[in-house]
């Protein structure tokens, strides 16, 4: 058995390694002709707060909702990181990377049966780049290069950029950009939240509250012969009662994750039945300070607090009972471009000597005339991993005199109090669909260019750091660019990581056709997806 500390030295390595792997399919699965029929039944630890994909940032939105949309381009998951199309036929890059031309597949339909065109997509990626009021992109910042979109024709897209993007193909296969009906945009811009209508493989069938979503199959969907399910269920269940449903045969899947604990429950009881895979996860856990509530205005008492929180002790601690595992900066340990351990214990709140790190935050918040500091955290009522990490971070803070409480919210009040920034400190996560600086550090640009910016923070040399690695093409000066935005950015502290998450998903081996990727935002749209009743 490898320790911890050995642990944390090969998971760089390893991460890598299973990056190149870990979509690879079976020789026996690549041989399995997909079969038509059933129902998949899996299950959601927690519900949308809406119904708009360019809004919702959690895993609870896109895991019930992705199948009813289409996207642009999307991430091939069998050769994760390729890109392939979806709504898109084929697509043109100009030389200097500023025009991006894609032609649409025919015969695309929305659920209600108008026909989709370059108008719809259009209309969907205006409402991204510029928002009308009373609209939320949660990504917006992520698509500030795109100067203007032409629709030459029904069929066709143009996509014109004020600066040249390191990140843009990507961007254009993120899952969140659902492409919505142009007409019923204009009658209301905020008809998503509210309704289903895309032009996905299944259509909507009902969400009962509390209870579970359905979709069936869309007919007339544009990949002939898909999607191969019936439908789909998913059940708004989690911890133990997902436990025992998947052992009653009642799920066949949990896309997010599974605890370590949980893993070798399901295999102990359903052996062979069940298939186990792992992947370090494009996700980590957030501390964030709210800086319109004092004292947390003041980089030094923000400063403090990451100071006297020990990573690498919780590696150790927390790594064997729930997701979280990994020590990392703002990108994801083991990714090329991400800070190595040598110099990331140069920086506030990474050090390996505690001791020392805790004498500074309590010497930080003398001299910034914070006594006797009391708060209440905000944090999510999804158990794993927000409960365990808050038990460690509060008894950390305490250790420096800082007494903290509680406030767990659902998903949707959750989400609520961080856009609003009703919460003096709050846990959050970040990570998204790809491992790229221009996806990753949104949560760090200034609240007015990123609404995901909870912790209500201006930074305008963050800002033109965050421009500047977007638009560099050279990879050795972008990451030096992005090195320099990570020392500030933790030095800063508004926004700080905890720990990087390890991603174990358990299915029934009669879930056929979907794969492992390093984010549970990716392949949840269920197209390729078959089920083959073991006999």
Known sequence: MLDGRLWRR??????????????????????ETPKRGGILEFAVDSEPANYDCHANISFAFLHPIAPHYSTLLKFDAQTYPEIKGDLAESW??????????????PNVFFHDGSKMTSADVKASYERIVQPPPGVTSARQVN??????????????????????DASMLANFASPWNCIYSAAKLQEDPNFPAKHILGTGPF???????????????????????????DGYKADFITGPAAIASFKKGQIQAQFRSFTPSERDDLVATLGNKVTVDESPWLIDLLVVFNTKQPPFGDARVRRALSLAIDRWRAADELSGTSFLKFVGGLLRPGFAMATPESELTALPGFSHDIESSRREAKRLLAEAGVTELRFQLTNRDIAMPYQPAADYIIAAWHEIGVEVTQDKLDTKKWQSSLETGKFTVALDFGGDYFDDPTLQLTKYVSRDLSPVNFANSTNRLLDSLYIGQAVTQNASQRVRIVREFERNALTEATTVPFMWWNRIIVTSTDLKGWYLTPSHYLEQDLTDVWLAPSK
């Open 10 to 31: 090969l998971g760089g390595a390893w991460s890598l390694m299973a990056m190149a792997t870990l979509a690879v399919p079976s020789l026996a699965e690549q041989s």
């Open 92 to 105: 043109t890059v100009s030389a200097d990377k500023r025009v991006y031309t894609f032609k649409l597949r």
């Open 143 to 164: 698509y500030a290069s795109i100067s203007a979109i032409d629709v030459p024709d029904a069929g066709t897209v143009v996509f014109h950029l004020k600066w040249p």
């Open 203 to 229: 259509a909507f069938v009902e969400h009962i509250p509390g209870s579970a979503w359905r979709g069936k199959r869309w007919d007339k969907y544009f990949q002939p012969g898909k999607p191969y399910l």
